[in-house]
């Protein structure tokens, strides 16, 4: 059974940077769209950048030009790059991708179980 596994997450000040992974906790065939979410106590989960097979980025506009989502297709990883931190950046943040764990099997959707985010001083 693969899983999908977030990490990098941390306790960081503000200013500071993080960036969190998100890849298959086994060996697949590859990883595709991929986004990230945050969700912090008390609020709905939101969409902070998304990464589509063909590599255009989008972003929630409270986190352009600070956050920058990227991947490495060898490595079937997918990357949140995370500058200039702000404590309202603290969250639980999730990966959600679409795998396909092999050739001739059809792509599935996986949610990892969040990387705890806290920006403070």
């Known amino acids: 059974q693969v899983q999908l596994v977030e990490s990098g997450g941390g306790l960081v000040q503000p200013g500071g940077s993080l960036r969190l992974s998100c890849g298959a906790s086994r060996m697949i065939f590859r990883i595709y769209a991929v986004g990230w979410y945050r969700q912090a106590p008390g609020k709905q989960r939101e969409l902070v950048a998304n990464?589509?097979?063909?590599?255009?980025?989008n972003y929630v506009d409270s986190v352009k030009g600070r956050f920058t989502i990227s991947r490495d297709n060898a490595k079937n990883t997918v990357y949140l790059q995370m500058n200039s931190l702000k404590p309202e950046d603290t969250a639980v943040y999730y990966c959600?991708?679409?795998?396909?764990?092999?050739?001739?099997?059809?792509?599935?959707?996986?949610w990892g179980q969040g990387t705890q985010v806290t920006v403070s001083s």
């Open positions: 990464i589509t097979s063909g590599d255009t980025a």
């Open positions: 959600n991708a679409q795998l396909k764990l092999r050739l001739g099997v059809p792509t599935q959707t996986y």
